[in-house]
T-cell receptor
Framework: DAGVIQSPRHEVTEMGQEVTLRCKPI?????LFWYRQTMMRGLELLIY????????DSGMPEDRFSAKMPNASFSTLKIQPSEPRDSAVYFC??????????????FGAGSRLTVL | DAKTTQPTSMDCAEGRAANLPCNHS???????VYWYRQIHSQGPQYIIH???NNETNEMASLIITEDRKSSTLILPHATLRDTAVYYC??????????????FGTGTLLAVQP
């Protein structure tokens, strides 16, 4: 398996633009997580899905952020409109409930977002 | 989930064993100890987890005290590539009501040549 695939790896955009980050989880994993990492706040869990259904989005900072998982092999995290404070590295991770209840996660390489 | 306490940073000489401590004095009976690490500019990587018995895999060993209030991650022969932030997380083994793996600030391990 190629692991968790994220795209784009780097994104530079201007304030007010829409940003879409993409994630392909490991085949067969039934959990998908979106995290955000900044120097100030560390790794923060934004939202997670189980069997393509959003379970907990309490970490999503505000209405500008939305996430979808239309099928088991694809998820998106969208920011509209983007702001400079959204600059961060966004990680996608997937897990299998058969592996310690999906506490053993495989992370992607991350998408580094810079909003000017 | 039980709170964990880790040193902010540690140094280790290349080729020597790196012993990373973690305190989790409020751990409950059904909570496991998980270790992840994050090498600079990469995503976090799972290392090992355990409940009460010591565990070993190809990456590391995990030693959990008998009272389960603390644990130590051991990298037997540290290399420069082991320089990373190491996270100790305590979590119900099978998710419980939610499946939220929360990362703290971890320990920055610097392996010195």
């Amino acid at each position: 398996d190629a692991g968790v695939i994220q795209s784009p790896r780097h994104e530079v955009t201007e304030m007010g633009q829409e940003v879409t980050l993409r994630c392909k989880p490991i085949s067969g994993h039934d959990y998908l997580f979106w995290y955000r990492q900044t120097m100030m706040r560390g790794l923060e869990l934004l939202i997670y899905f189980n069997n393509n259904v959003p379970i907990d989005d309490s970490g999503m900072p505000e209405d500008r952020f939305s996430a979808k998982m239309p099928n088991a092999s694809f998820s998106t995290l969208k920011i509209q409109p983007s702001e400079p404070r959204d600059s961060a590295v966004y990680f996608c991770a997937s897990g299998d409930r058969r592996l310690a209840g999906a506490n053993v996660l495989t992370f992607g390489a991350g998408s580094r977002l810079t909003v000017l | 989930d039980a709170k964990t306490t880790q040193p902010t940073s540690m140094d280790c000489a290349e080729g020597r064993a790196a012993n990373l401590p973690c305190n989790h004095s409020t751990i409950s009976g059904n909570e496991y100890v998980y270790w992840y690490r994050q090498i600079h500019s990469q995503g976090p990587q799972y290392i090992i987890h355990g409940l009460k018995n010591n565990e070993t895999n190809e990456m590391a060993s995990l030693i959990i005290t008998e009272d389960r209030k603390s644990s130590t991650l051991i990298l037997p022969h540290a290399t420069l590539r082991d320089t990373a932030v190491y996270y100790c997380i305590v979590r119900v083994g099978y998710g419980g009501a939610t499946n939220k793996l929360i990362f703290g600030t971890g320990t920055l391990l610097a392996v010195q040549p």
